[in-house]
Every structure is written in structure tokens, then in C-alpha cells.
Nanobody
Framework: QVQLVESGGGLVQAGGSLRLSCVASGSIFSINAVGWYRQAPGKQRELVARITSGGTTNYADSVKGRFTISRDNAKNTGYLQMNSLKPEDTAVYYC?????????WGQGTQVTVSS
């Protein structure tokens, strides 16, 4: 079994920055893709950013140029650096990791951006 624990969320003013972390523990041989998703009240969960095992990244158009996803394979950890935050970035952010043969979700961390 694999557990994902996220941290780094909080309350920040518009224009500020936060760095989210997601640490995986348990029976891990390798981690394929790492993704960050978010879900705002009344909305569907959406992909924010994703990074493959080879380092290829993709981002939602709404966060391009402001957010950066990265990973530390030695630490089984994924990161999401969020800069120039906007009130519309307010949501619960979830980490997702593909650990063959399945995938796992973190518990979510709240990010609130005040105007």
C-alpha cells in the first residue's frame, strides 16, 4: 500500500506564492507520473500540472507561466511551486502519483488566495 501526504497549503494574498509538497511512502518500486489537481467549490476536479518519470511537464493553460511542477525521485516527492497566485486559484489541491500497477491520491490541501 502507498500513502501520499501533502503539505504547504494555506492562506495567501493575491500575488503571493506557495509551494506544495507531496511525499509518497509505502511499497514503492518506482513512480511514473506525478500530477497536481485542484477542485474548487461547486466545480469538477481539474488537472493543474503533470510531470512524467522522464521529466516531461504539461500545465493547464490557466497556470502556465505561474506554476512549476517538479519531483525528487530519491525522496519520492513531488512539488508544485505556485507564484503570482490569483483568487481564482483558490481550491483544494490534490496530489496524484502513478505507482504501478495503480495510482494514488493524497488527502488534499487547501489553498486560499485573498484579493
Amino acid at each position: 500500500q502507498v500513502q501520499l501526504v501533502e503539505s504547504g497549503g494555506g492562506l495567501v494574498q493575491a500575488g503571493g506564492s506557495l509551494r506544495l509538497s507531496c511525499v509518497a511512502s509505502g511499497s514503492i518500486f518506482s513512480i511514473n507520473a506525478v500530477g497536481w489537481y485542484r477542485q474548487a467549490p461547486g466545480k469538477q476536479r481539474e488537472l493543474v500540472a503533470r510531470i512524467t518519470s522522464g521529466g516531461t511537464t504539461n500545465y493547464a493553460d490557466s497556470v502556465k507561466g505561474r506554476f512549476t511542477i517538479s519531483r525528487d525521485n530519491a525522496k519520492n516527492t513531488g512539488y508544485l511551486q505556485m507564484n503570482s497566485l490569483k483568487p481564482e486559484d483558490t481550491a483544494v489541491y490534490y496530489c496524484n502519483m502513478v505507482v504501478p500497477p495503480t495510482f494514488y491520491w493524497g488527502q488534499g490541501t487547501q489553498v486560499t488566495v485573498s484579493s
